[in-house]
């Protein structure tokens, strides 16, 4: 048996405080029941911003196919521990010993691996993606059922952990890393990377795929009543920050299948995102929707992410003659006007000894390989050469006036 199947959920729903806080607009809810699977992507709304509470494999068949956008899983990771460890003061370290994390082999771990796997990648639009994190002791096995399942790898992100727990044995390296696996639902798939925001999350440079990052404590830990953790291994909402803001647009669907205490959940609502949560200890999700009816949704363009030139709307040069902002029979000029070309009313430029388009002659007049002939031709207007990358911006600002 599965070791995260075990549980047997009544068929009701059961809606908790919908009114809590700022989420009153949204409505929280936490449902508790059975699920045979549904095809109708229709059905997708009713279950966004909820917890649902059960084992994964029967609420995974809640969801409709092909209707989320991106999943970040954070699977028991089979941590094999036995024994007790303490500190070199004698004071007792609380490791992953719970039940949910214990399996009786690696057989038993990869059958539940690939279960919840393949029932992600029936879920996941078409150009979705999947985030999975977990440790040395079971990343590798999940690799190789992704990639067995149809998923197509795209990173491994290796996440720094500015403050880990020492090796008080000794014996081994101390363990200061965790590993992302980022992957394409298939190879074809035309999955999201915010790239240019990435880059400005980081100064101007291109983010790596090592990120240094503190654990979850301080403020940010969830503890009880008697000030112990609520959850073992709650994981820091700026690891979700960054995997949310890089692979995903406000309004899309994250689902989270061990949403633990809704990490996942608070980011996405804070980023302006929608999501699902499954989790099965009812002590976890209440916890869960405690936090997440907190948070307030940002708007507008506080949840907006920088794309680049390639996000845009694609403008050919002869958009600009049939819209008139150019005329057949005008010359185009380099920067100094050293340079002239004439237009021809099918979008080519015409010098004196060749022919071809404004990339082209751009490159065949300097006796360069290549050049962006949008940044380089100019127009004369008022007396005063305009870069025609000025016409196509206002073209660009047409379109998305009537997108």
């Known amino acids: 048996?599965?070791?995260?199947?075990?549980?047997?959920?009544?068929?009701?729903?059961?809606?908790?405080?919908?009114?809590?806080?700022?989420?009153?607009?949204?409505?929280?809810?936490?449902?508790?029941?059975?699920?045979?699977?549904?095809?109708?992507?229709?059905?997708?709304?009713?279950?966004?911003?909820?917890?649902?509470?059960?084992?994964?494999?029967?609420?995974?068949?809640?969801i409709p196919s092909r209707s989320v956008d991106l999943v970040f899983a954070d699977p028991p990771y089979n941590l094999q521990l036995s024994g007790k460890l303490s500190r070199p003061d004698q004071s007792r370290v609380h490791g992953v010993t719970d039940a949910w994390d214990r399996f009786d082999s690696f057989a038993a771990y990869d059958e539940f691996t690939r279960a919840w796997l393949s029932e992600c990648r029936r879920v996941l639009k078409?150009?979705?993606?999947?985030?999975?994190?977990?440790?040395?002791?079971?990343?590798?096995?999940?690799?190789?059922?992704?990639?067995?399942?149809?998923?197509?790898?795209?990173?491994?992100?290796?996440?720094?952990?500015?403050?880990?727990?020492?090796?008080?044995?000794?014996?081994?390296?101390?363990?200061?890393?965790?590993?992302?696996?980022?992957?394409?639902?298939?190879?074809?798939?035309?999955?999201?990377?915010?790239?240019?925001?990435?880059?400005?999350?980081?100064?101007?440079?291109?983010?790596?795929?090592?990120?240094?990052?503190?654990?979850?404590?301080g403020s940010e830990r969830l503890k009880g009543e008697d000030g112990a953790k609520i959850h073992p291994t709650q994981k820091p909402e700026s690891l979700l920050h960054r995997v949310i803001l890089a692979s995903s647009a406000p309004g899309d669907v994250i689902l989270d299948p061990f949403f633990g205490t809704g990490t996942t959940g608070a980011v996405a609502r804070r980023l302006g995102r929608d999501f699902i949560g499954i989790e099965r200890d009812p002590a976890y999700?209440?916890?869960a929707r405690r936090r997440i009816g907190k948070v307030r949704r940002l708007q507008g363009d506080a949840i907006q992410v920088t794309r680049g030139k390639r996000a845009l709307p694609r403008v050919p040069f002869g958009a600009l003659l049939e819209r008139g902002l150019l005329k057949p029979g005008g010359k185009l000029y380099d920067p100094s006007g050293q340079h002239a070309a004439?237009?021809?009313?099918?979008?080519?430029?015409?010098?004196?000894?060749?022919?071809?388009?404004?990339?082209?002659?751009?490159?065949?007049?300097?006796?360069?390989?290549?050049?962006?002939?949008?940044?380089?031709?100019?127009?004369?207007?008022?007396?005063?050469?305009?870069?025609?990358?000025?016409?196509?911006?206002?073209?660009?600002?047409?379109?998305?006036?009537?997108?």
């Open 285 to 287: 999700a209440e916890a």
């Open 126 to 217: 078409d150009d979705g993606a999947l985030w999975v994190i977990g440790s040395y002791h079971n990343i590798f096995r999940v690799g190789t059922a992704l990639q067995d399942l149809g998923f197509w790898i795209l990173n491994d992100v290796i996440w720094r952990k500015t403050n880990p727990m020492p090796n008080f044995r000794g014996r081994r390296f101390t363990n200061a890393h965790e590993t992302l696996i980022w992957a394409a639902r298939g190879e074809k798939s035309r999955y999201r990377f915010n790239y240019d925001a990435m880059k400005a999350l980081n100064d101007d440079l291109q983010m790596r795929s090592d990120w240094l990052l503190p654990i979850c404590s």
């Open 342 to 403: 004439r237009i021809r009313a099918d979008g080519s430029l015409v010098c004196k000894d060749a022919t071809g388009s404004i990339h082209k002659i751009g490159a065949h007049v300097q006796g360069l390989d290549a050049c962006n002939g949008w940044t380089f031709w100019r127009v004369r207007k008022g007396g005063k050469l305009i870069p025609i990358d000025l016409l196509r911006q206002q073209v660009r600002a047409e379109m998305k006036e009537l997108a």
């Open 1 to 62: 048996m599965l070791a995260d199947c075990d549980s047997q959920a009544s068929p009701r729903t059961l809606i908790l405080s919908p009114h809590d806080g700022p989420l009153a607009a949204g409505s929280l809810r936490i449902s508790v029941g059975n699920g045979m699977g549904v095809e109708s992507k229709q059905d997708i709304k009713p279950l966004l911003n909820t917890v649902l509470v059960g084992d994964c494999m029967t609420e995974l068949r809640k």
